[in-house]
């Protein structure tokens, strides 16, 4: 399947395209709850990364086959305490941040040797280890704990719009970065827009998707947006004001295979460490409580 011109979400038309099925078994597979999907004003949307992985799971190997080696790559969510902790670490980790769903989709497939992560759903408290727990292409990885962090709104300094909440945001129509779609951040507005009662159309956007966090503080920084979702760590790195909105788990996606090849431990054993508390407090936003726990395995 070629996505390289497919949008992020794909409607029930583009998506049996894409996967080379007729409508009907779209919507066949989606009374079945068989297909990844989410509906929104009524209309069924497909998410590209969520369709790469509900394929990429079902692949079956000629008997004898390995799954080849992953490269030495961390992906998924973007946060400063973590890029840290990989250069304190010396693992020789690249780091490829494109959201928390575009990186869980890249470790499925074998492109990533792990994934730091931050998901959203509506009415489910834990969804990363939710994620993991639905999908078989996750039967040989373990949630690692990274952190809880401090997810709230971005503002200018001295907060000149007096926002308090996403009712507020909607109420004096300011302008929202957003990140993309599939990343945590997104997922949690998403979330968050729905517990107060309101959609993402009432939203005032502001310009194109910002590709991470420090992306995203830029943006109201330099006033092209009023607000935007990241954590109070970014905000503090930029200079930016914050707005507390909640807490939330950031955590490690492995396979238990590579758990104990040396650039997983050489990362966990900073994690493990005090200068990573300190560095912790010093950003300020994060939980430490959870670092290094298995949270989920199978």
Not at 64 to 87: F, T, Y
Not at 116 to 132: F, Y
Not at 187 to 213: I, S
Not at 230 to 239: D, F, I, K, Q, S
Request: glycine content about 10%.
């Amino acid at each position: 399947m070629d996505g390289s011109r497919q949008p992020e979400l794909l409607t029930t038309a583009e998506a049996a395209d894409y996967l080379r099925l007729k409508e009907r078994k779209i919507y066949e597979l989606i009374a079945e709850g068989a297909v990844p999907c989410t509906k929104v004003t009524g209309k069924w949307l497909f998410p590209r990364a969520e369709l790469d992985r509900w394929v990429a799971a079902g692949l079956h190997r000629p008997a004898g086959m390995a799954r080849a080696e992953p490269p030495p790559i961390l992906g998924g969510s973007h946060d400063p305490l973590i890029e840290w902790a990989v250069r304190e670490s010396g693992a020789g980790l690249a780091g490829l941040a494109e959201g928390s769903e575009a990186g869980l989709a890249r470790f499925a497939r074998g492109e990533v040797l792990a994934a730091a992560i931050h998901l959203h759903a509506v009415g489910t408290a834990d969804a990363n280890a939710a994620t993991m727990a639905a999908d078989p292409a996750h039967t040989d990885s373990v949630l690692v704990g990274l952190v809880r962090r401090e997810q709230g709104l971005l503002v200018a300094p001295g907060n000149p719009l007096g926002l308090a909440d996403l009712s507020g945001v909607v109420a004096r129509k300011a302008r929202m970065a957003l990140r993309q779609p599939g990343a945590g951040a997104t997922l949690l507005l998403l979330k968050l827009l729905a517990a107060a009662g309101h959609g993402f159309d009432d939203l005032t956007v502001a310009g194109p998707p910002c590709p991470t966090g420090p992306d995203l503080a830029a943006a109201v920084r330099s006033g092209r947006a009023d607000c935007g979702i990241a954590t109070r760590a970014v905000a503090v790195l930029a200079g930016l004001d914050f707005v507390p909105l909640t807490f939330e788990d950031f955590d490690l996606v492995v396979r238990q295979r590579d758990y104990f090849r040396p650039p997983v431990q050489a990362l966990l054993g900073v994690l493990a460490g005090d200068r990573f508390r300190a560095r912790a407090a010093e950003m300020s936003g994060y939980d430490t409580d959870v670092t290094g726990t298995i949270r989920w395995a199978p």
